[in-house]
């Protein structure tokens, strides 16, 4: 049985529509939460979850 969990939104901490498994790898995703209707950029890297910061232009 492969591992897999729900991406959490790192705004208000609710499931989103994604699923990821211990491969997947995401690098500079545009997550989306339904809930907040906030678009958050992630890194996933062996189902550790990881906000990447953009910096103010």
Do not use: G
Request: hydrophobic residues 35%; positive net charge.
């Amino acid at each position: 049985m492969e591992k897999e969990k729900w991406v959490l939104c790192p705004v208000c901490n609710n499931k989103t529509r994604i699923k990821v498994r211990l491969e997947t790898i995401l690098e500079n995703f545009p997550l989306y939460c339904p809930k907040c209707r906030k678009e958050t950029l992630i890194s996933v890297k062996k189902l550790h979850t990881s906000v990447i910061k953009e910096p103010d232009a």
